[in-house]
């Protein structure tokens, strides 16, 4: 069993800032990508940010700038630092991790969940 626990999330004035973390535990042999997602009501949940673990990383067209993602191998841990904030990403973020456990099978792991909110 692979779980993720996210944190960080919370409210925020347009402008701020906020900085999520995603730590992975459990039986764990490889993880070859993490990313956060998003969901606003009524929306689909979309892709914010990936890295993978040699580095690479993607980012919606809505956070370039703003957004940055990064990852600690050692401690399996994400972070996605969210810069210049607009009432537009708010949404529930969700951490995501894909690789192999101590038994060599494949998962595709989900958190919680963290809400994010920027208003005034």
């Known amino acids: 069993q692979v779980q993720l626990v996210e944190s960080g999330g919370g409210l925020v004035q347009p402008g701020g800032s906020l900085r999520l973390s995603c730590a992975a535990s459990?039986?764990?042999?490889?993880?070859?990508?993490m990313g956060w997602y998003r969901q606003a009501p009524g929306q689909q949940r979309e892709l914010v940010a990936r890295?993978?673990?040699?580095?690479?990383?993607n980012y919606a067209e809505s956070v370039k700038g703003r957004f940055t993602i990064s990852r600690d191998n050692a401690k399996n841990t994400v972070y996605l630092q969210m810069n210049s904030l607009k009432p537009q990403d708010t949404a529930v973020y969700y951490c995501?991790?894909?690789?192999?456990?101590?038994?060599?099978?494949?998962?595709?792991?989900w958190g919680q969940g963290t809400q994010v909110t920027v208003s005034s």
């Open positions: 459990g039986s764990i042999f490889s993880i070859n990508a």
């Open positions: 995501n991790a894909v690789g192999l456990t101590g038994s060599w099978a494949r998962f595709d792991n």
């Open positions: 890295i993978t673990s040699g580095g690479s990383t």
